[in-house]
């Protein structure tokens, strides 16, 4: 939170936002979007659809450009709605990295 921003507010909107925000929130919607892909995969299989599987998922080179590619015309796209997509995107990033150690 913007720290100006977080100086101004009184005590009981901070807990609010810390209580629906951070890592504990992130496993929240963590488990709904894993149960949701669960169903939509469930669903493909039951009409016959078939499903790939890519070998080293998003580590794959093959895929790599392309990924990147999605992913800067998604940010370009929002940035020129006035958005700090790149500023999110470096610092979702850095979150992640620093996560995962």
Not at 18 to 23: E, K, L, Q, V, Y
Not at 25 to 45: M, N, P, T
Not at 50 to 61: L, Q, V
Not at 62 to 91: C, H, I, M, N
Request: aromatic residues 6%; hydrophobic residues 40%; contains cysteine.
């Amino acid at each position: 939170m913007d720290a100006l921003l977080q100086n101004r507010l009184p005590a009981d909107l901070k807990k609010v936002i810390d209580n629906n925000s951070g890592m504990k929130w992130s496993e929240k919607a963590a488990k709904v979007f894993d149960e949701l892909d669960a169903k939509g995969r469930a669903q493909a299989i039951e009409m016959g659809d078939t499903i790939d599987i890519i070998k080293d998922g998003a580590e794959n080179p093959l895929w790599k450009p392309v990924l990147y590619q999605a992913t800067e015309d998604y940010l370009k796209e929002l940035q020129k709605k006035g958005l700090p997509s790149y500023k999110v995107y470096a610092r979702a990033i850095e979150l992640s990295q620093t996560a995962c150690k």
